[in-house]
């Protein structure tokens, strides 16, 4: 019986990123439960000295009962923290790059050496990318300075009927109503 199920690069990096948020949760709850759950009072503010010393000293620390689960929590949150840093959105960041003429994109399967010697020497030759790059590195800068206005802007054709959200995540604009985003 053979494995039809689609193994794209993108499948994969989807999957790797639902799997560091639930890793992210699991870590969270792992080692707040511990912590909330397994806290013992402290003294009050009129305790005396002998009691405050007697709680400082005791053995018996937050967590005591919950030690296992705390460093089950821990070492999720090791695995979490290695999950973020594996560049889960290069592949998208790339695909975008190009579209935008900022860059070559150039797929796992076909980056050979050749490839990628022959992408290195387009983006130096052609004055296109490093001009397209510039541009978007301003774009960005730009919406970096103005966060709210930015929002607010949105906000405000959202509200007037000219930017509808759809379920899946994207966004369409009415074909009268094109959001004009150099203003």
Do not use: C
């Amino acid at each position: 019986m053979t494995n039809t199920a689609p193994t794209s690069d993108a499948i994969a990096w989807q999957r790797l990123g639902r799997v560091t948020g639930v890793a992210g949760l699991a870590a969270v709850v792992l080692i707040l439960v511990p912590i909330v759950v397994g806290t013992r009072p402290e003294s009050t503010f009129d305790a005396t000295a002998i009691e405050f010393l007697t709680y400082y000293q005791s053995p018996h620390t937050p967590a005591t009962q919950f030690r296992f689960v705390l460093t089950i929590g821990l070492i999720t949150f090791v695995g979490f923290v290695g999950a973020l840093t594996t560049a889960a959105d290069q592949p998208a960041l790339a695909a975008q790059a190009a579209r935008l003429g900022a860059g070559i994109h150039l797929h796992e399967e076909s980056a050979t050496a050749t490839a990628i010697a022959s992408a290195i020497r387009t983006v130096l030759d052609d004055s296109t990318y490093p001009a397209n790059a510039r541009a978007l590195s301003n774009r960005i800068r730009s919406y970096r300075n103005q966060p709210r206005a930015v929002v607010e802007r949105i906000l405000g054709h959202a509200s007037s009927g000219q930017l509808t959200a759809t379920g899946d995540g994207s966004s369409s604009h009415s074909t009268d109503h094109q959001i004009d985003w150099s203003k």
